[in-house]
């Protein structure tokens, strides 16, 4: 079965890090982008970044909101993503999921499949 | 960052009624125009792509037209498992940016 599984959520303080993973079962983060969405409790969806290796060139992108504090990574050996995430903020409190940002022939792109989500609470 | 704006924010229907969610960009998005639906406690799940491409396996009563800055989701005839919340999301340009939800409830 092909499928995402966020984890390492939890509660850490203001100013404080943390570092979620996302594992992939039945596919190859070699093939696809992948990208972080979060959700702020009873909030929309906000685009974090993305990481890709098509073609076997590393691209990573972020939102302007997160640069700088958050960092998209990969282990190949794992078949594993990671989003650092620093310098954590109240407002940083979320259920962050991992997405695959999936093409039709390169002429369609949606998200296609996601994991069901790992909250973060950033409390004191 | 280009702006999505859905309305109504929340809506409340008769099951079989025709329902119609709304979408603005901030600027011209030609169609790269998403639709996902989302139920509680659950990942979102795409409907709609390119503004009108309905996703295989999405009953047909979901349709999406639209172009440029103006978009529209409808259910011809809502169910009872439509119950949910709707998000429109642009891929034009990076950073990908949502619009704020519709949540639809049964009258």
């Known amino acids: 079965e092909v499928q995402l599984v966020e984890s390492g959520g939890g509660l850490v303080q203001p100013g404080g890090s943390l570092r979620l993973s996302c594992a992939a079962s039945g596919l190859s983060f070699s093939d696809h982008y992948i990208d972080w969405v979060r959700q702020a409790p009873g909030k929309g969806l906000e685009w974090l970044g993305r990481y890709g290796n098509i073609a076997k060139t590393d691209t990573t992108e972020y939102a302007p909101s997160v640069k700088g504090r958050f960092t998209i990574s990969r282990d190949e050996s794992t078949n594993s993503m990671y989003l650092q995430m620093n310098s954590l903020k109240s407002e940083d409190t979320a259920v962050y999921y991992c997405?695959?940002?999936?093409?039709?022939?390169?002429?369609?792109?949606?998200?296609?499949?996601w994991g069901r989500g790992t909250l973060v609470t950033v409390s004191s | 960052d280009i702006q999505m704006t859905q309305s109504p924010s929340s809506l409340s229907a008769s099951i079989g009624d025709r329902v119609t969610i709304t979408c603005q960009a901030s600027q011209d998005i030609s169609n790269y125009l998403n639709w996902y639906q989302q139920k509680p406690g659950k990942a979102p799940k795409v409907l709609i792509y390119?503004?009108?491409n309905l996703k295989t396996g999405v009953p047909s009563r979901f349709s999406g037209s639209g172009s440029g800055t103006h978009f529209t989701l409808t259910i011809a005839s809502l169910q009872p498992e439509d119950i949910a919340t709707y998000y429109c999301?642009?891929?034009?340009?990076?950073?990908?940016?949502f619009g704020g939800g519709t949540r639809v409830e049964i009258q």
């Open positions: 997405a695959r940002w999936f093409t039709v022939a390169g002429a369609y792109w949606y998200f296609d499949l």
């Open positions: 999301q642009q891929r034009d340009t990076l950073p990908l940016t």
């Open positions: 390119d503004a009108s």
